[in-house]
T-cell receptor
């Protein structure tokens, strides 16, 4: 999917464990977005990051969820103490810059299953 | 509140037929993107439309952005089984919004029977 890489592709966790999802944007892209697709629901925005900065986290649950995009390395979406309701597909998208309506390119997603 | 409504939700047609998918909103967007998603994969970008009234063609697919930049349509001519998938519209830069987060439509699941 246009060079955005996500890993792992599938992740199984037991309730209470931590889940770490990684996203490497397309080469030259410095803007990263995370979206969640719950079963039977559409894609919903979670967080928008630039290198070392969180720009918009209006879609992030207030507790247990955090995201970072360090100067070096991939963006990480971290879910602490997972619950069954966290089971979903998590997608990362990237764009080169923050132009109005800038196109976002999606990765293949990480399917998280919480047992 | 769902800002983008797509219709129809499901569509099953025979190979060779034409179809149109609609994406409607009461909000104005800076741009609108159409994606196709297959099971187990991420959304793949088909097109981005930016200008009100804009029409873009991609082989047998024709995309139109409404004059007021609130709605869009996707028309497929002579559908083929390879067109099967979930079609998603997504608006960016909603007026009053601070960032380029995408607001996704409800999706249209298309099945083209051979």
């Amino acid at each position: 999917n246009a060079g955005v890489m996500q890993n792992p592709r599938h992740l199984v966790r037991r309730r209470g464990q931590e889940a770490r999802l990684r996203c490497s944007p397309m080469k030259g892209h410095s803007h990263v977005y995370w979206y969640r697709q719950l079963p039977e629901e559409g894609l919903k925005f979670m967080v928008y990051l630039q290198k070392e900065n969180i720009i918009d986290e209006s879609g992030m649950p207030k507790e247990r969820f955090s995201a970072e995009f360090p100067k070096e390395g991939p963006s990480i979406l971290r879910i602490q103490q997972v619950v069954r309701g966290d089971s979903a597909a998590y997608f990362c998208a990237s764009s080169p810059y923050r132009g109005l309506g800038e196109t976002q390119y999606f990765g293949p997603g990480t399917r998280l299953l919480v047992l | 509140t769902q800002l983008l409504e797509q219709s129809p939700q499901f569509l099953s047609i025979q190979e060779g037929e034409n179809l149109t998918v609609y994406c409607n909103s009461s909000s104005v967007f800076s741009s609108l993107q159409w994606y196709r998603q297959e099971p187990g994969e991420g959304p793949v970008l088909l097109v981005t439309v930016v200008t009100g009234g804009e029409v873009k063609k991609l082989k047998r697919l024709t995309f139109q952005f409404g004059d007021a930049r609130k709605d869009s349509s996707l028309h497929i001519t002579a559908a083929q089984p390879g067109d099967t998938g979930l079609y998603l519209c997504a608006g960016a830069g909603v007026r009053g919004g601070a960032t380029n987060k995408l607001i996704f439509g409800t999706g249209t699941l298309l099945a083209v029977q051979p």
